[in-house]
T-cell receptor, first 112, second 115 residues
Framework: GDSVTQTEGQVALSEEDFLTIHCNYS??????LFWYVQYPGEGPQLLFR???DKEKGSSRGFEATYDKGTTSFHLRKASVQESDSAVYYC???????????WGSGTKLIIKP | DPKIIQKPKYLVAVTGSEKILICEQY?????MYWYRQSAKKPLEFMFS???????DNQTASSRFQPQSSKKNHLDLQITALKPDDSATYFC??????????????FGSGTRLTVL
């Protein structure tokens, strides 16, 4: 079945550090890939999405590129801020599903 | 103003009791969902409704029953509550709910604690 793997359960960085959160997926065809962010006390919200190979999604300084060759959609940000502290979820939507397939989430902690 | 309203924000219940979690969305969407989030499972899909019809149910227990009285309402009734039901329950919506790549919009959740 389809799946999403986020290898980092938690990432701790200092302000202005470079961020990478890894996301790998397993699905047939061309699933749509998403990054959602969840701030404390809130529900997840869409950060951005991508639907085809080599498409780059971006928002608020975060970006990820759909890579069908490596089945990856890694989240990156050049310089993190304390306000970026949140849980980040990678997800995919395959054509046959009524529901998103979610990764396990990565908690980002920014040390002031 | 929040576009998806969940009530109550916090809920404490005793084992064996019954509770209803309320969800209303004002985004004009036709599909609504329930998700559960706990320490054991970060984000777990429960139900999806499209045009007030059940589309998918991934909840094994019949103790969880969604109720859709209007297109923009999807409440969740939980009976015979157990401590393991303690979690934050999120309501979400999307434009159509068909298979495919729709963006989900989430409410801020109801945190349920079962003693």
């Amino acid at each position: 079945g389809d799946s999403v793997t986020q290898t980092e359960g938690q990432v701790a960085l200092s302000e202005e550090d470079f961020l990478t959160i890894h996301c790998n997926y397993s699905a047939s065809g061309y699933p749509t890939l998403f990054w959602y962010v969840q701030y404390p006390g809130e529900g997840p919200q869409l950060l951005f999405r991508a639907s085809r190979d080599k498409e780059k999604g971006s928002s608020r300084g975060f970006e990820a590129t759909y890579d069908k060759g490596t089945t990856s959609f890694h989240l990156r940000k050049a310089s993190v801020q304390e306000s970026d502290s949140a849980v980040y979820y990678c997800a995919l939507s395959a054509d046959s599903n009524y529901q998103l397939i979610w990764g396990s989430g990565t908690k980002l902690i920014i040390k002031p | 103003d929040p576009k998806i309203i969940q009530k109550p924000k916090y809920l404490v219940a005793v084992t064996g009791s019954e509770k209803i979690l309320i969800c209303e969305q004002y985004l004009g969407h036709n599909a609504m969902y329930w998700y559960r989030q706990s320490a054991k499972k970060p984000l777990e899909f429960m139900f999806s409704y499209s045009y007030q019809k059940l589309m998918d149910n991934q909840t094994a227990s019949s103790r969880f029953q969604p109720q859709s009285s209007k297109k923009n309402h999807l409440d969740l009734q939980i009976t015979a509550l157990k401590p393991d039901d303690s979690a934050t329950y999120f309501c979400a919506s999307s434009q159509y709910g068909g298979a495919g790549a729709e963006t989900l919009y989430f409410g801020s959740g109801t945190r349920l604690t079962v003693l």
